[in-house]
């Protein structure tokens, strides 16, 4: 497998609730010129091209057969994946297997979402439409009030269960989620590129958000967000004329396992906060990048979080910490942007989600990191070695990437 | 730049037709008129699922023996709801364990009551309370009660 | 494996999707161009060629359409289809009568531009014809003020 390099990041110039004024290729090609214009490189230079985004958000199953033209697509191979929140960096490496090995020597990933174009909720429940349609035949109660299965309500329904077990296994609290949300807030309004900043963020402020489902509050929640994404790779050879600076790819890993949510078709067999998938795909991403020690050899990551516990939550189940120390840390403040630990210093998907590029801004945030070029976000400690995690699905699907400032040796 | 037109559309979704396995839930729902709980159990690795697939999820073969389970377990893990699924708050919060079961490996969902959300706690010992009126549907399992 | 068959739940979906599409920019300008019973393309900076509806991109050439062109109200009838059936939910129903539609090359546009083609039979109907677009009398800044196109 040949060396892979991140040699170009590009985005929509902002992500917010709404771009009332273009249509959906139109906003995507923004981010496309953006990748150009940021490493002088023209469609002549890309060989392929992976597409990523979730199409019941917009119900348009095919976007990027729509947006040939925008996207620069034209005579070359496209290929076009959707695993849920994991999107974008299930997309990134498909855009790494083509490099990795052999098939392409450059390779552009094109990512959005345009949640404003549809219901959230009903693109969340589009993954599971049998299932609900099966239960209700069998009587269940949509307004959760009585009887078996009484739904939780899209998306936080499931994820309040998890959440609840992790602050059981952990010991964490609720303030620790409060504080987690009030941070990455904080760090987003560092960020030209998220869409919930708030600098004056704090722990008591989120707290004052009213209990969705405990222990989630409004303030824990993600927003939706309409944004592209965009990613160029490329070989060493290539990266060597066309780059100046690298972020190398130094592993990629992906796992998968059943469904954790009380569906009745399936039945509940595993805990929600259990999450084996993190640990193995974690667990195979250090092995293959050569790291032994991930807590001194990893100085960042990026988490997906969807909700403000997840930051928390995965940093003990990828080892970056014991189960029960992520909150210490975050009490210790080492998880701050000038910690030991840095994490999400780009606010995370709690402060921006535009579910098709929510995965890859965790690839492009850490790739910034080592490359340095993070600007106001970037974090104090020098970053050698980052860590992207995504999760997907009905919590089932996880990614790992580790990226690092010089190649894999032979 | 300005606001441009919206043009409607759908995915006619009414128009599909979803053929589902449902073997273990109507066994369970039959049976649930009764006031039993019925799962199915694999002969190789012993483990009881309701309702119950047609294969096991360890094994991957084909299960087929119908196992009872008790109406009595322990939770797992709960949350407690204070808004509904659009987010509109709901007038008294509402407490959402998922159980297992005593003889039974998978775990369900209900809505406990008779219990002060400050109180609720994993590894607590509950029970179903049953409808007085049952008809085979998932609401003959009303709700549970403390042990 | 008969016995699954007869434990399968039959269920249907009680809803649709529904969606809110932005027109973006450039069919903004063709829409509120209609309301005026014009016909607008955009060109490439580059090649040269007029595509209609607008687009942002000449993906052959990697350039931003900036110009807009008004299109002659008259073309010729290139390609043509005649449909017999109509599609409502699912449901395929014969339709009342078969219809034409048309695929028109519009004087100063390179590509062609899909119509409905009325005032001649389907019997009658012929490539090569020259046909002119009919607009709906009050015109609302809506697509189908286009109504049809019809023999000169």
Known sequence: MRNVGIIGIGYTPVFVSKRKEVNIPEMISEAVDAGFQNTGLTPADIDAMVF?????????????????????????????????????????????????????????????????????????????????????????????GSGMGAIGGGSAGGISFQASSYLYHSGAGIEHIDE????????AAKNPYAHLKDPEATAEKIAQTPLVSWPIRFGHICPTTDGATVCILASEEKAA?????????????????????????????????????????????????GIVDPKKEIDYVEIYNGFAHQTLMYLEKIGMCEVGEAHKLQEAGELEMNGRCPVNA???????????????????????????????HQVEKDVHTA????????????TITILGDKPKKA | MEETKIVNGAWELSTFHFPIEGRGLKTMLKNMKDKKLVGFK?????????????????????????????????????????????????????????????????????????????????????????????????????????? | MEDIKETFYHTV???????NYRVGTYLQRYIDALKDK??????????????????????????????????????????????????????????????????????????LLVGKVAGVSPQEVKTGMRLKAVWKDQTEGEYSDLDHFEPV
């Not at chain 1, 987690?180 to 760090?187: F, H």
């Not at chain 2, 709901?90 to 809505?111: H, Q, T």
Request: hydrophobic share 40%; proline share 5%.
């Open chain 1, 241 to 289: 004329k066309l780059a100046d600076k690298v972020a190398w790819v130094l592993s990629v890993a992906n796992c998968a396992s059943d469904a954790t949510t009380a569906n009745l078709i399936e039945s509940q067999i595993t805990d929600p906060a259990e999450h084996l998938p993190a640990i193995i795909a974690s667990k195979q991403a250090y092995e293959r990048a």
């Open chain 1, 346 to 376: 780009s606010g995370g998907v709690v402060s921006t989600n535009s579910i098709g590029t929510s995965a890859l801004n965790r690839v492009t945030e850490a790739a910034l990191q080592v490359l340095g070029q993070a600007g106001e």
């Open chain 3, 13 to 19: 979906a009680p809803l649709d999707f529904g969606y």
């Open chain 3, 38 to 111: 014009k016909i607008l393309g955009a060109k490439c900076p580059q090649c040269g060629k007029v595509v209609v509806p607008p687009r942002k991109y000449c993906g052959a050439c990697n350039k931003v359409r900036e110009e807009y062109v008004e299109l002659s109200q008259e073309g010729t009838l290139e390609n043509y289809t005649v449909g017999h059936i109509t599609l409502e939910k699912g449901q395929v129903n014969q339709a009342e009568s078969p219809y034409i539609v048309g695929m028109i090359k519009l004087g100063g546009a390179d590509n």
């Open chain 1, 52 to 144: 990523g985004n979730m199409h019941t958000f917009e119900g348009v199953n095919l976007p990027h057969l729509w947006a040939a033209e925008h996207i620069r697509s034209l005579g070359k191979p496209v290929m076009r994946i959707a695993t849920g929140g994991t999107t974008g960096m299930a997309a990134f490496h498909a855009g790494y297997y083509h490099v990795a090995s052999g098939m392409a020597d450059v390779v552009m990933v094109v990512t959005y979402e345009k949640h404003s174009e549809g219901d959230a909720q009903v693109g969340l429940m589009g993954i599971i439409t049998p299932e609900v349609m099966t239960m209700l035949a069998a009587g269940i109660d949509v307004t959760g």
């Open chain 1, 387 to 398: 860590l992207a995690h995504g999760w997907g699905g009905l919590m089932q699907y996880v």
């Open chain 2, 42 to 147: 694999c002969p190789q690795c012993g483990m009881v699922y309701m309702p119950g697939p047609f294969y096991c999820r360890k094994c991957f073969i084909r299960i087929d023996d119908e196992a009872e389970v008790s109406d009595h377990g322990e939770i797992m893990t709960f949350t407690i709801g204070y808004a509904d699924v659009r987010g509109n708050p709901l007038d008294e919060p509402r407490i959402a364990p998922v159980v297992k079961l005593d003889g039974c490996d998978s775990w369900i969902m209900g809505v406990l009551e008779g219990v002060k959300p400050e109180d609720v706690h994993v590894g607590m010992r509950v029970k179903v309370k049953w409808a007085e009126e049952r008809t085979g549907s998932l609401q003959d399992m009303q709700y549970f009660l403390p042990e």
């Open chain 1, 180 to 187: 987690q949300a009030a941070l990455e807030r904080r760090n």
